[in-house]
């Protein structure tokens, strides 16, 4: 473990189990989806529908298409990196780190999951870029609420290093930073924002099952792909 890392979960560390209340609370703040991505989608819906000048309010609609495509991008690339590079122990299952662990975690939890990067500082650091995108004074805010409530308790609770934060969070805001840029932009959101005007009902259902993954980190997908792959590898050998 290199120092940075070290020094903060440390840091972290030292109030570990000095408050049951404390640490269920911060617990229950990283178990509950509404406090985390439901915050940023609904901010993100409120600037789908606010009301601007007719060009203005586009623009807007094809920067949320492109943050959201941004993010799908990150996460999967994110998971990518997770599974295909060195795999590393949590804090708090490192051998060689003597994590106290806060009241209400056990050891169990997240075991055999590899901790860089952290894919909630993956997809919230980039729907924060996309808002930022929109309204910076409304982007700054944002950040800092995921900053304090997402990030830090992933960090407090041995989740996470600081680094697979930071590494998380660079994909994801370059990853969405992509997605809008000048010569991607147009042609990646242009279909779907004319399939929005002309299809609204059909548009806004998926819009709305897209907006709940999100918040629930894509988990459903996931494990509908591992179901249909496992499935898939098993046809597979019994054909071979």
């Known amino acids: 473990m290199n120092f940075f890392d070290r020094s903060i979960l440390e840091l972290f560390n030292r109030f570990s189990q000095k408050s049951w209340t404390f640490d269920h609370a911060v617990y229950l703040l990283t178990e509950t989806e509404l406090l985390k991505g439901g915050v940023l989608v609904a901010i993100l819906w409120a600037f789908w529908f606010t009301r601007d000048t007719e060009g203005a309010l586009a623009e807007t609609r094809r920067t949320i298409i492109a943050t959201f495509a941004g993010t799908f991008i990150a996460?999967?690339?994110g998971i990518v990196l997770e599974n295909t590079l060195p795999f590393r122990f949590r804090p708090f299952h490192q051998p060689d780190f003597h994590f106290r662990?806060?009241?209400?975690?056990?050891?169990?939890?997240?075991?055999?999951?590899?901790?860089?990067?952290?894919?909630?500082?993956?997809?919230?650091?980039?729907?924060?870029?996309?808002?930022?995108?929109v309204s910076r004074r409304i982007g700054f805010l944002s950040g800092f609420y995921?900053?304090?409530?997402?990030?830090?308790?992933?960090?407090?609770l041995g989740f996470h290093y600081p680094t697979d934060i930071l590494g998380g969070a660079f994909i994801g805001?370059?990853?969405?930073?992509?997605?809008?840029?000048?010569?991607?932009?147009?042609?990646?959101?242009?279909?779907?924002?004319?399939?929005?005007?002309?299809?609204?009902?059909?548009?806004?259902?998926?819009?709305?099952?897209v907006s709940y993954q999100t918040v629930d980190l894509f988990d459903d997908i996931r494990e509908l792909a591992k179901f249909l792959?496992?499935?898939?590898?098993?046809?597979?050998?019994?054909?071979s």
């Open 101 to 133: 662990l806060p009241f209400g975690i056990t050891r169990d939890i997240l075991e055999g999951w590899s901790s860089f990067p952290s894919d909630h500082a993956t997809l919230f650091s980039g729907l924060v870029t996309g808002i930022f995108l």
């Open 229 to 239: 792959l496992r499935v898939a590898m098993l046809v597979v050998h019994r054909i």
């Open 146 to 156: 995921v900053f304090l409530v997402v990030l830090i308790p992933r960090i407090y």
């Open 75 to 77: 996460l999967f690339l």
């Open 173 to 209: 805001c370059a990853c969405v930073l992509s997605t809008n840029g000048s010569r991607i932009k147009k042609p990646l959101t242009d279909p779907v924002y004319e399939w929005s005007e002309k299809y609204p009902g059909l548009f806004y259902g998926l819009f709305f099952l």
